[in-house]
């Protein structure tokens, strides 16, 4: 003590004013070390030393994610084949324009809907319900017009100005039970007028298709309003409780229309046998669309991590995971989870109710925010019914970015995440509505740890310029004291 004591005494504040101006620039260096590391390669390099090298040598034992799926590489490539970047689709769950967006609106005052959502909207409209023989038909002529008007209100006299030129005007019936109807009860009154108009007008159609273009292109036509209001209907069927009629009805225009696929009827198909709890027929409609070949969605990924958690999550611990391992089966669950947590990673805090939901838009952009909330909106109940299962993607979503290659522009199982959806997002979700943008990296411990040290070595170094006497002092009071 005698010693050190005599040492302390015969230093200079100069020694302390280079000691901190030294250690301050080392601790720069490691930061800025540290910092190039982890935008090059996501990670803390002092971080992964540690782990790599120093915890075996202590008797540590590491996590491992599990391996990545047999799957990985060759949906990898499909993906990039079968999905093209920001493709903007239509909500297969949408909801009604007068019987909940609607209301929704006369509650809150707040529009649920943008313009560029409603745009879209119109653009499908007259995709879908127009062709070039509508000049032949001075109803369709109407309906024509109608679907290019802005105001609601003129789209609802349009319609009703095409009834009275045509009682059986397929279309018309469409628009009032989208628009005017205020109830589900309503528009599914609207949709059975629609359907039978619709029918007589198919019928006739297919009857005469095959002699000419013109013709072809009618027949085109009214099959995408049968389609469509067969759907609607199966939609309100779901929602007024008749659940089991609902899925009959979707089978059966899967059955009689099934090149059209694109419409994704198997979503509407799935939600409603979850809330029926026939988890078999799901894995069922799961093995036919869930396909490498086939685009993904939110709903098709989450719900084949659902079914798989279903297996594992009312028996699930942490704990008892941690000392034992996993199991095959919880492995399988965490594999899924991990999928479908990368394909979009912005669901689980809507499952999780860490983020509070929306109406879900009527158009969707895959793996964004928009596809995640209209995906939570209809599923989070599904979730909430098995126990357990939220526990298991509260414990295991996070390592998905720890296993996703680093930057963004690699993949693991699917193709590298869009950079362009909060962009898109942000045209289709209300303006209230706070994106979710794609979870980065979280800074590494060592980052923030080095840098504050280099801060506060830095201001060492300037009070003991400032003020050399005090801080000799207070250095050798620190050090008598340790």
């Known amino acids: 003590l005698l010693t050190v004591t005599v040492f302390l005494s015969t230093l200079t504040p100069k020694f302390y004013f280079a000691l901190t101006v030294t250690s301050s620039f080392i601790s720069g260096l490691i930061f800025v070390f540290e910092w190039w590391h982890f935008r090059k390669y996501g990670t803390s390099f002092i971080e992964q030393v540690s782990v790599s090298h120093l915890r075996p040598l202590i008797g540590g034992v590491e996590n491992s994610p599990p391996p990545p799926a047999a799957f990985s590489a060759g949906e990898n490539e499909a993906s990039r084949q079968n999905m093209p970047e920001c493709k903007v689709w239509r909500n297969p769950l949408n909801l009604f324009r007068g019987a909940e967006y609607s209301r929704y609106m006369w ?13 879209l909207s119109a653009q499908d409209h007259q995709n879908f319900f127009t062709c070039d023989t509508d000049a032949l038909r001075p109803s369709d002529t109407v309906m024509q017009k109608a679907w290019r008007e802005r105001n609601p209100q003129a789209r609802i006299k349009a319609a009703y100005q095409a009834l009275e030129l045509n009682n059986d005007c397929a279309t018309a019936y469409v628009l009032l039970a989208e628009e005017e109807a205020t109830t589900i009860v309503d528009a599914e009154k609207y949709f059975k007028q629609a359907l039978k108009a619709g029918e007589m007008i ?38 007024l409780g008749r659940i089991r009629e609902a899925v009959k009805m979707m089978r059966d225009l899967m059955k009689e229309f099934p090149l059209l696929s694109m419409l994704n009827i198997h979503e509407n198909l799935l939600e409603a046998l979850l809330e029926l709890q026939a988890y078999a027929d799901v894995q069922a409609v799961l093995a036919k669309y869930d396909d490498i070949s086939l685009p993904k969605s939110a709903a098709i990924c989450y719900t084949a991590a659902l079914l798989k958690a279903r297996a594992v999550s009312e028996r699930f611990s942490p704990e008892t995971a941690s000392k034992r391992g996993l199991s095959t089966a919880e492995i399988n669950a965490v594999e899924a989870i991990h999928r479908a947590v990368e ?94 943008v794609y979870p980065q990296k979280e800074l590494p411990f060592f980052i923030h740890f080095t840098a504050g040290l280099c801060s506060f070595s830095a201001m060492l170094a300037l009070l003991t310029h400032q003020f050399p006497e005090l801080m000799v002092i207070f250095a050798k009071a620190v050090s008598i004291v340790s």
């Open 343 to 436: 394909f979009n990673p912005h669901v689980p805090k809507y499952l999780l109710e860490m983020k509070s939901l929306v109406l879900p838009p009527e158009h969707i952009l895959k793996r964004g925010d928009s596809e995640a909330v209209a995906y939570a909106f209809f599923h989070l109940q599904h979730w909430k019914r098995i126990e357990g299962a939220l526990n298991l993607l509260h414990c295991t979503w996070e390592g998905t970015f720890r296993m996703i290659p680093y930057p963004l522009e690699k993949g693991h199982l699917f193709y590298p995440y869009p950079s362009c959806t909060e962009t898109a997002d942000r045209e289709l979700l209300p303006t209230f509505h706070e994106v979710s």
């Open 107 to 119: 509650v809150t005052g707040k529009e649920p809907l943008t313009y560029y959502d409603m745009n």
């Open 202 to 239: 198919y019928r006739k159609s297919q009857n005469c298709h095959s002699q000419s273009p013109q013709h072809e292109a009618q027949l085109r036509r009214d099959t995408n309003v049968l389609v469509y209001v067969k759907r609607r209907l199966a939609m309100c069927a779901r929602k």
